[in-house]
Nanobody
Framework: QLQLVESGGGLVQPGGSLNLSCAVF????????MAWFRQAPGKERERVSC????????HYADSVKGRFTISRDNAKAMVYLQMNSLMPEDTAVYSC?????????WGQGTQVTVSS
């Protein structure tokens, strides 16, 4: 059974960096498209970034373009989100998702708080 476990969230000052990790258990990662979503209190959920199975297609939301970098290591069954130049508006719960054949799987999420 597929399981996603996020880590790496925390409290960081504006301008700081965090590197989120998503460990994938129970399946072969190379068969799944992956994405990071975030949701802040009172706001709609936003897809931050997505990456194709072979990393040949990557997309970023305009709000994070140039600051965030998504990557994956299929051999290690890991997906990453490097977040630089963080701003208070990046504060949210970040979740990784796996998609295959129209089925979406979600992790529990990790809290990112950007505050001085």
């Amino acid at each position: 059974q597929l399981q996603l476990v996020e880590s790496g969230g925390g409290l960081v000052q504006p301008g700081g960096s965090l590197n989120l990790s998503c460990a994938v258990f129970g399946v072969a990662l190379e068969y799944y498209g992956m994405a990071w979503f975030r949701q802040a209190p009172g706001k709609e959920r936003e897809r931050v970034s997505c990456i194709s199975r072979g990393s040949d297609f990557i997309h970023y939301a305009d709000s994070v373009k140039g600051r965030f970098t998504i990557s994956r290591d299929n051999a290690k069954a890991m997906v990453y989100l490097q977040m630089n130049s963080l701003m208070p508006e990046d504060t949210a719960v970040y979740s990784c998702t796996a998609n295959r054949l129209g089925n979406d799987f979600w992790g529990q999420g990790t809290q990112v708080t950007v505050s001085s």
